[in-house]
């Protein structure tokens, strides 16, 4: 059985928001409060990164059945090495779950599933699998899923003005070609949309190092809701909440 919708109308729901509303063309999740929600239930942290890869499952797919073009989730950030041995294991294991289910169960979706991060951090099993699913889901033509895996912005930026750098000594591109639109072109979602919107439950009010050149112009939705509790009626309300927003990008 398919996960995904072939499209946006196999879902009344989500057709009928899109009906009603603008939506999103790309739509980016940073997906915290795992630790505080197994916490409050006297559970390790790892059982809180077990249920927020449910969440993760049912909001990608609800995603792509309202017509999210583009979804960008946080997965795991260049930061998040420090943590107990534990609680890197376990997320390793639930990455490497989705992502054996994706590449075996998920053939007739037609979500493409993109990474976004360092992918030489990770297992050279992991790797072979993330570079699997990136090569089986190529050639569909719906939501482009990028994971976020060993991914900070900052890094991201580094590595793009390196790449320059080596670009313009090796004659490739001039100096005067670096402009906004090219120094895009160097980071991990080149060819891709800015995200419109970013949702980030927990209530925090913080970034993250989470697509800082990308989010100039993002709309942020902050709401007060573990990722583990939220839902699609909370990514409704986000959506919602964009609709009402009046985006001037600097102009009046
Ligand atoms: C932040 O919450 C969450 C993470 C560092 C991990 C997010 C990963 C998942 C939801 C699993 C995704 C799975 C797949 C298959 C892509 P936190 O641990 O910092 O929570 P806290 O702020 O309450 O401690």
Redesign the pocket.
């Known amino acids: 059985m398919a996960l995904f919708g072939k499209n946006k109308k196999d879902n009344a729901a989500g057709a009928a928001l899109a009906e009603e509303i603008v939506l999103p063309k790309h739509v980016g999740i940073i ?7 197994a ?1 409050n239930r006297g559970l390790p ?1 790892k059982a ?2 077990r249920e ?2 449910q ?3 049912t909001i990608t797919r609800y995603a792509s059945e309202v017509g999210i073009r583009y979804l960008t ?5 260049t930061e ?1 090495w420090k ?1 107990p041995e534990d609680e890197v294991g376990a ?1 390793m294991g ?2 490497k ?3 054996k289910e994706a590449l075996e169960d998920f053939k007739d979706d037609d979500i493409v599933v993109r990474f976004i991060g360092e992918k030489s951090g990770f297992s050279p099993e992991l790797q072979k699998l993330m570079t699997e699913n990136e090569e089986s889901s190529a050639y569909r033509d719906g939501m482009v899923l990028n ?1 976020a ?1 060993n991914y900070g912005s900052r890094d991201e930026i580094v590595r793009a003005v390196k790449s320059i750098c080596a670009d313009v000594k090796s004659g490739r591109i001039g100096e005067s070609d670096i402009s906004e639109q090219l120094f895009s072109d160097y980071l991990y979602t080149a060819g891709q949309p800015d995200p419109d919107l970013i949702i980030r439950p ?1 209530g ?1 009010y913080r970034i993250s190092n989470f697509m800082l050149w990308q989010s100039a112009y993002t709309e942020f939705v902050i709401m007060n809701k ?2 583990p509790d939220f839902t699609k009626a909370d990514f409704d309300e986000a959506l919602r909440l964009y609709a009402q927003r009046n985006r001037r990008y600097g102009g009046v």
């Open positions: 997906m915290d409060g795992n630790g505080r929600w916490k942290r809180g990164h927020g890869a969440v993760f499952r989730v946080y997965a795991f950030s998040n943590r997320l639930l990455f779950s989705y992502l994971i895996m927990s925090e573990l990722w």
